[in-house]
């Protein structure tokens, strides 16, 4: 069948530290993979999207890389802070490109 | 900025209850879509729409129809409502499928 997995449990990192976040999928041939920022109470917000012919991207203090053989996705968000403490979601470009589908995200926790 | 916008953030509804959720966004958009997120299974897509009366299941349709009557507006009606339809709803837009969408707020729905 189908997955999308993210870490369940939280991730708790103290700031300035990098954070790592993992999405691994199964029986999906995703051309495209973003991910999305979401708070309490809030929509995901749109942070990166990366495709398939691409093996990372950067943006400011986020990294995302995609290994399409290993199937697997990896979000680092370097020198973190507090501000940083979020659910973080992983969506995959599905159903012959028309449709995003979610992995149900990894909570973040960002300590002083 | 894009802006999404549903019409309330928490309604409370009686089982039966005909519900009409509302979705509007303001940059032009040619594709919408419905979400459901749920503790532990993450946001489940329910429909999605690419052009004005146009509509396509999602993964969870059943309980659930849409209205796309207008480019910019996008309804989602629960025909009778149910509590197992308790759920944050969670309306998105996006340019294309290859683009990062950007969601509404959400609604928070109680059935009782």
């Known amino acids: 069948s189908q997955k999308i997995e993210q870490n369940s449990e939280a991730l708790n990192i103290q700031e300035g530290k990098t954070a790592t976040l993992t999405c691994n999928y199964t029986n999906y041939s995703p051309a495209y993979l973003q991910w999305y920022r979401q708070d309490p109470g809030r929509g995901p917000v749109f942070l990166l999207l990366?495709?398939?012919?691409?093996k990372e991207k950067r943006k400011e203090r986020l990294k995302v890389t995609f290994d399409t053989t290993l199937k697997q996705s990896l979000f680092h968000i370097t020198a973190s802070q507090p501000a940083d403490s979020a659910t973080y979601l992983c969506a995959l470009l599905t159903g012959g490109g028309n449709k995003l589908t979610f992995g149900t995200g990894t909570q973040l926790k960002v300590e002083l | 900025d894009v802006k999404v916008t549903q019409s309330s953030r928490y309604l409370v509804k009686r089982t039966g209850e005909k519900v009409f959720l509302e979705c509007v966004q303001d940059m032009d958009h040619e594709n919408m879509f419905w979400y459901r997120q749920d503790p532990g299974l993450g946001l489940r897509l329910i429909y999605f729409s690419y052009d004005v009366k146009m509509k396509e299941k999602g993964d969870i349709p059943e309980g659930y129809s849409v209205s796309r009557e207008k480019k910019e507006r996008f309804s989602l009606i629960l025909e009778s409502a149910s509590t197992n339809q308790t759920s944050m709803y969670l309306c998105a837009s996006s340019f294309s499928p290859n683009y990062g969408y950007t969601f509404g707020s959400g609604t928070r729905l109680t059935v009782v």
């Open positions: 990366i495709r398939e012919n691409e």
